[in-house]
């Protein structure tokens, strides 16, 4: 069995689900004596702290900069995961900062699936396993999905997918960072069902599914630039070819703890075209929803030995990274180490945190 295909799995989808099982016996946990001189310590002590100034103490949101509810059943129907994203990584360009701590925030990734998952269950959904085709992509009409958003969602999510502007409550589905951090099947249920209670409608009486699906088609055709002239879905790169730049030099990574480099750090290696293997160790849909330009979608590969065999292992340096920020990406870098490459590093930040930071990012294409 494939080791590292293991390991992402439980990474980006279990944990989201078994963290909130134990984030809910913890947060049931009564405060110790010395809670008192403590920083917050329950989800909803820590949301009273950090997230009712917008979201609202009763978090039905739009206390202040048009920040969506954080009390509808729709918004948690697929999973907690892309509010998880959000809470951990930002929406950058809008007022909503990033409370994880690898993103300089407050929170650690565990209070924050804790907070996700007493959100869920306030909102009156218990937190569950995702369905099955929560992952699938949602494939229609890029051209008609255009027009239909023109037409219909416009008006409230700006005419780029900006949002927030002085007459337009929606929220900002231009974001990269968002599209690159929810599923299709995320924005689908959004646009099919709406946010209950909010100024969001539910489509599904108005327009087709198929004009749904287009629409979200075409939200996901921006993942890599709302200026992008066509959606362009890379391929994933052969095997024969995965090393970038072959020409290029080596790149010169200062490693952190013998293992982490910067989001800063590969990005400019890339830029400079510095000669690399960039491993992406996420699941295969997470790859075609956006990734960094040029990586190798591990999982892909489903013998090790075949993926390995095609890895120098002559001192070219090996870049990997993941969602979690890092678990995958430990995993695969100490299985590298032990078969004796040299060269590894571990995008610190993680893949959402690479968008966070605003640095370039493409859309794939899986079969
Ligand atoms: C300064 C205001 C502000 C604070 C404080 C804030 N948010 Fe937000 N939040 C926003 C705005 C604005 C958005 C919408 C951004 C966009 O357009 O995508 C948002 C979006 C979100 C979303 C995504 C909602 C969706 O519809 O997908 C989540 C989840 C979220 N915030 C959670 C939190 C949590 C948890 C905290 C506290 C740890 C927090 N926010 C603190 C303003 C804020
Ligand atoms: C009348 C204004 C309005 C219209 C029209 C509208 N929206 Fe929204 N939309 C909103 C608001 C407000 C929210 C945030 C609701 C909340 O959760 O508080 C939202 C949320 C969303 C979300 C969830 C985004 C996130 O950050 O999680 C998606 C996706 C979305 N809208 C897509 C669409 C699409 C596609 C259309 C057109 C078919 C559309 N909306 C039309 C106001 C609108």
């Known amino acids: 069995m494939f080791r590292f295909v293991q390991t992402i799995a439980t990474c980006t989808i279990l944990a989201a689900i078994s963290g909130g099982v134990s984030g809910l016996a913890q947060a049931q946990t009564p405060a110790g004596p010395e809670a008192a001189s403590q920083p ?14 917008c979201h609202g103490e009763d978090r039905a949101g739009y206390a202040n900069d048009d920040a969506p509810s954080l009390n509808t ?20 360009g809008t007022t909503m900062g990033p409370y994880g701590e690898d993103m300089g925030g407050p929170l650690s990734s565990d209070d924050l699936y804790q907070m996700m998952m007493w959100l869920s269950r306030e909102a009156g959904v218990p937190p569950g396993r995702p369905p099955a085709n929560a992952l699938d992509p949602v494939v229609g009409d890029l051209a008609e999905g255009e027009a239909l958003y023109q037409e219909n969602c416009a008006m409230c999510h700006g005419s780029e997918g900006e949002g927030h502007g002085p007459e337009a409550p929606g929220t900002a589905l231009g974001n990269p960072t968002m599209l690159a951090t929810s599923p299709d099947l995320f924005l689908k249920i959004a646009i099919t069902e709406g946010r209950e209670g909010t100024q969001m409608p539910a489509f599904k009486n108005m327009l087709t599914e198929e004009d749904i699906n287009s629409i979200t088609a075409f939200l996901r055709s921006r993942a890599s630039g709302w200026d992008v002239e066509m959606a362009s ?8 070819n995965i090393v970038l730049n072959p020409e290029g030099e080596a790149p010169e990574f200062e490693l952190d703890r013998g293992r982490y480099i910067s989001s800063e750090q590969l990005n400019r290696a890339l830029s400079e075209g510095r ?17 960094i330009k040029g990586s190798l ?13 095609n890895i120098p292992n002559d001192g070219t340096w090996v870049v990997a990274y993941c969602e979690c920020p890092r678990a995958a990406a430990d995993a695969t870098v100490s299985k590298l180490r032990e078969l004796g490459y040299e060269n590894t590093a571990v995008l610190y930040e993680g893949y959402a945190g690479w968008t966070a930071k605003g640095f370039p990012i493409s859309v794939g294409k899986v079969e």
Not at 40 to 51: G, K, L, R, V
Not at 275 to 291: E, S
Request: contains cysteine.
């Open 40 to 53: 917050p310590s329950t989800p909803e002590a820590q949301y009273q702290q950090y997230c009712a100034l």
């Open 73 to 92: 059943k729709s918004m948690f129907a697929l999973s907690v995961l892309p509010l998880y994203n959000a809470a951990y990584y930002g929406r950058p």
């Open 233 to 240: 879905y890379d391929a994933p790169p052969s095997l024969e």
């Open 275 to 291: 000669k690399m293997v960039l491993i992406d160790t996420r699941v295969p849909y997470f790859w075609a929803m956006a990734h």
């Open 297 to 309: 979608p591990v999982p892909y590969y489903s013998e090790r030995s075949e993926f390995l065999s």
